[in-house]
């Protein structure tokens, strides 16, 4: 069934799009991440521009995690002093990224931009991931037990906070640092973040893992609903039935994806997510360096007749 | 005072005798809507080639060159090169005001029905359409082998929006003809012109207008016009409605 979108002024089918929204909210869902970096590059894929892809992912992903917040509130498990330090972060680093946004494009090298920081930051973070759920399911194999957890240089930083339902004594500084960049990211590739910023939380922060989604995904909510406001409102970017299609899809497939995700033990589902996130990173950086088929694009720039 | 009169009854004696056709046009649809089903539609031109008492006796066969430009926008080429080891956007040229879909039909091959120079000068052939870029601070349009000229035809045409097609128009009789107007699904909204030219033995003798327009009715209309306008408002439904989702999806999934 073919549906037209008003605002990416083009006619999709509307199963195809259910079907990818369902298949990006299986894997959000089976990880507990947003999925913005699957899903904007699939919507470019079936030819919606960068630009409308962007935006409307950001209301899609908000839905994803909104619903995902609410579970996890209902079992207690989200910090909410940790995500209300964490917001100031993003929200700043949020309006932070769309101010470079725009100098980008001014600049005319937005799309090298963003193609280039999809390469360095998801093959960074996928080998990361990926090798480190190899040690740890390395590990379980011959029954070692995990190496313990050292107080870092973080810890020594002043201004600390107690956060109670995560039982962590912490500066606030590192923790907005981690909003700032996280929304700085997300504002200018079009992620929610998710897959950055619970390892982060993990490994740097020492969030302990019983908060650390639930407060992840409340971050990802509010950048998400901010930077959907911000393009609605400057560039009138965001396509809603677009949105709607994605977010009906995504929330019921996530709900697959997370009963799935609970069949799945932490080290192979680390593993699985480090090899999806370091393909997608892969797949663009073939798409920069092999020569492209046609080396010639046409973009245009607004309809004036 | 009697000379101006003269020359203004020349004037008007010379076009008439120009005038020696007349054209009669008309669309299947003067308003084609783009409605939540739409992918894609085909428009009828057909139209008479009328004669009339100055019609010199032995001009029995016409020719006709169809023209459908869309709304005009600005567009970029950019060129990619190999810099670094990637392949990155180096050059581009901005096109102005450019026909954003634009369609070329006639009854025979163009260079059959008139000369170069003719053909250059009426615009006939995706080749002859000015394009105009802006080449250094300067306006113009170039050669039709230029570079980028012809990856911007290559890459519209590919899109169907750009499309010439010298055996799209068909003489019914010697004087009555029609032509389809193909639209593909990505067609831009807005007003398009159509322009038929006539020739007869290779030379231009007259031409007529006519336009349709392409409009989104509807839901489509009505989100369009609200995101443009009410942006602040759009950007709290979307997001209120992305609330919403997210909410019945907790409470229709959950488990306990």
Redesign the interface.
Known sequence: ????L??A???VNVFLVLAMGAAVGFVSGMFGIGGGFLMTPLLIFI?ITPAVAVASVA??I??????????YWRRRAIDPALASVLLCGGVTGTALGVWTFTQLRAL??L??MIALSYVVLLTTVGSLMFSEGLRALMRTRRGAMPPRRTHNWIHGLPLKMRFKRSKIYLSVIPVVIVGIVIGFIGAIMGIGGGFILVPIMIYVLRVPTSTVIGTSMVLTLVTM?FA???????N?L?D??L??IL??GG??G??FGARAGQKIRGEQLRLLLGLLILSVGVRFAIE?????A???????????? | MRRALLAALLVLLLGGAARAERLIVSVSNHRVTVTPNYSGEELVLFGSVEKDATTPADRTAYDLVVTVMGPRADMVTRRKERTFGIWINTDYRQFLQVPSYLALFANRPFDRITSPEIARRQQIGLNNVLLTQRVSGDFADVVPNDAFRTAFIRLRTQRGLYREDPSAVTFLTPTLFRTGIPLPAEVPIGTYEVEIKLFANGAFIGKTETAFEIVKVGFEQFVATTARQNGLIYGLVTAAMALMTGWMASIVFRKD
Do not use: C, K, N, W
């Not at chain 1, 908000?62 to 579970?71: E, N, P």
């Not at chain 1, 920069?288 to 492209?292: K, M, T």
């Open positions: 069934m073919q549906l037209y008003p605002i002024d083009l006619p030819g209301s899609h908000a839905a994803s995690s909104f619903s995902g917040a609410l579970a005319g090298q799309d090298l609903l959907t406001m911000l393009h609605a409102v400057t009138h965001v809603a039935v949105a709607l977010m009906v929330v019921t996530a709900q920069l360096i092999i020569q492209p046609d080396l010639f694009t046409i973009r245009e720039l607004g309809v004036t007749g």
